[in-house]
T-cell receptor, first 118, second 119 residues
Framework: ETGVTQTPRHLVMGMTNKKSLKCEQH?????MYWYKQSAKKPLELMFV???????ENNSVPSRFSPECPNSSHLFLHLHTLQPEDSALYLC?????????????????FGPGTRLTVL | AQKITQTQPGMFVQEKEAVTLDCTYD???????LFWYKQPSSGEMIFLIY??????QNATEGRYSLNFQKARKSANLVISASQLGDSAMYFC????????????????FGKGTHLIIQP
């Protein structure tokens, strides 16, 4: 496997279900990100993890719970979602460095998980 | 106020022609990075090109170039000799420095331009 992978690619769940999205990066990066892409809206940053520590939570509802057990893996745990949470969820990673400015760091994305909440 | 503005929701271009996708940005920070991504119908965001705010020259990557006009806060993507495979959504994005430390910051995206290349 190369780059950034995401599983599953498609997920349909009911509002009472609990499911998890998985992201894995094979690039040796230190930072990982979750983004949400809804129809007709720009991509929205959800969470940022840098060196396994969460550094940003962009006011995301608690029904979304991220987990980063190591720098290569990122999970998004889902529970009691709403139909408006249906979207494409994209994971990304970047090299990151505590010594370099973050704005120069390129993020590489996975293929996304298309989530439908019934 | 929007930080990234892409004014062209959709564009039709003939194959082999050059195409310019517009992007303007808004920031008061002197340090920032500008990125362009391509998103085919499959959904994956593919990195195309990067321009740093302190870079003196416009970035180029193969058929892609970034027309960076700092005073106008403009970062247009130019695709030379367009191909059918260039049909996709194109997103302009910006990163500003995080002063909370750590060096990892999210991207702010524009709404995108849907480019269709016609044979």
């Amino acid at each position: 496997e190369t780059g950034v992978t995401q599983t599953p690619r498609h997920l349909v769940m009911g509002m009472t279900n609990k499911k998890s999205l998985k992201c894995e990066q094979h690039l040796g990066h230190n930072a990982m990100y979750w983004y949400k892409q809804s129809a007709k809206k720009p991509l929205e940053l959800m969470f940022v993890y840098n060196f396994k520590e969460q550094t940003e939570n962009n006011s995301v509802p608690s029904r979304f719970s991220p987990e980063c057990p190591n720098s290569s893996h990122l999970f998004l745990h889902l529970h009691t979602l709403q139909p408006e949470d249906s979207a494409l969820y994209l994971c990304a990673s970047s090299q990151s460095s505590l010594r370099l400015a973050g704005y120069t760091d390129t993020q590489y994305f996975g293929p996304g998980t298309r989530l439908t909440v019934l | 106020a929007q930080k990234i503005t892409q004014t062209q929701p959709g564009m039709f271009v003939q194959e082999k022609e050059a195409v310019t996708l517009d992007c303007t940005y808004d920031t008061s920070d002197p340090s920032y990075g500008l990125f362009w991504y391509k998103q085919p119908s499959s959904g994956e965001m593919i990195f195309l090109i990067y321009q740093g705010s302190y870079d003196q020259q416009n970035a180029t990557e193969g058929r892609y170039s970034l027309n960076f006009q700092k005073a106008r806060k403009s970062a247009n993507l130019v695709i030379s000799a367009s191909q059918l495979g260039d049909s996709a959504m194109y997103f302009c994005a910006m990163r500003e420095p995080s002063y909370s430390g750590g060096g990892a910051d999210g991207l702010t995206f524009g709404k995108g331009t849907h480019l269709i290349i016609q044979p």
